[in-house]
């Protein structure tokens, strides 16, 4: 693919939304890959119990597979954990498996808590230029943990009716993370998906959306598509898959903007604050 700016530093991103079902997991996916393709090394953190980002991006992680887990309960370090993904250069992915479901309360015992996630990505000495954390549909520990260890968060956003509900919980946690735990987290970026261009609620909802947050929202809308939802059953993204169909284009566009967004955009104190 076409050539996209280095970072100078590592841009940690933290893909959230307390909602299930709303793209995060798509998002992650398919923007690392598609960031890769530019010629980027990038590596996905599956932070959801789930293991759906994993099982998306071909990756085994059947129990006994070293896993988050092991890094975020064990201190394991993260580079005995990281497997690449075949299919695409400079693509990396630290697994979940189901053990995670479990460390949500394994953690609340540890010390720090709230920033082993952090302290393992401090520790990693491979060079990348981006990590993308997938979240579960929850603000827990594992998503504090994600807060804590990025700079920016990605918000997808579902083209739906209630939108925007439930944000204002997600910007109040950002908030306090940033105040009291990582002072340069921000909302940097706020992705459409699921836009159904034939619908007038999507375009409403983009509308609403774009007037809340004019700086952070992506002009590129990911548009409902199937191929999108076929390929992680293929254990593959979209960008494999199907490389010319309308997703798998558009998440290179993502990529693009994301890349290519001015430093400094969504800085502390302009992310969306009483938005909503
Ligand atoms: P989350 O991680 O927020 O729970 P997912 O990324 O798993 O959400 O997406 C929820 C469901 O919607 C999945 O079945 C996924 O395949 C589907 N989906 C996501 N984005 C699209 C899209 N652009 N077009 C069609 N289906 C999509
Ligand atoms: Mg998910």
Redesign the pocket.
């Known amino acids: 693919g076409e050539g996209l700016p280095r970072p100078t530093a590592t841009r940690v991103i933290v893909v959230a939304?307390q909602?299930?079902?709303?793209?995060?997991?798509?998002?992650t996916v398919n923007l690392a890959a598609a960031l890769a393709l530019h010629g980027l090394r990038v590596l996905v953190v599956d932070l959801?119990p789930q293991g759906?980002a994993s099982t998306a991006l071909g990756i085994d992680h059947h129990a006994e597979v070293p896993s988050i887990y092991d890094v975020l309960v064990e201190g394991k370090p993260l580079a005995d954990v990281v497997q690449p993904v075949v299919d695409v250069e400079g693509l990396f992915c630290v697994p979940a498996t189901i053990d995670l479901a479990g460390a949500e309360i394994e953690l609340v015992s540890l010390v720090a808590r709230e920033s082993r996630l952090q302290r393992a990505i401090a520790a990693y000495e491979q060079p990348l230029d981006y990590i993308l954390i997938?979240c579960p549909?929850s603000l827990g520990l594992l998503t504090v943990n994600a807060l804590v260890a990025g700079q920016e968060v990605l918000i997808?956003i579902q083209c739906e009716y209630y939108a925007l509900e439930g944000l204002g919980q997600l910007l109040r946690n950002v908030e306090l993370v940033r105040a009291h735990l990582n002072p340069t987290l921000h909302v940097s970026t706020i992705l459409l998906?699921?836009y159904d261009a034939r619908t007038r609620l999507a375009a409403q909802v983009a509308e609403e959306v774009r007037t809340h947050f004019q700086q952070e929202v992506l002009q590129t809308a990911?548009?409902?598509?199937?191929r999108?939802?076929e390929a992680?059953s293929y254990g593959q993204t979209v960008l494999t898959y199907d490389p010319g169909s309308t997703?798998a284009l558009s998440y290179l566009e993502a990529a693009r903007e994301l890349a290519l967004r001015a430093v400094g955009l969504g800085q502390p104190g302009s992310a969306g604050q009483g938005a909503v």
């Open positions: 939304n909602k299930g079902g709303v793209g995060k997991t798509t998002t959801d759906n997938d549909p997808p998906t699921m990911i548009p409902r598509s199937v999108v939802s992680p997703g």
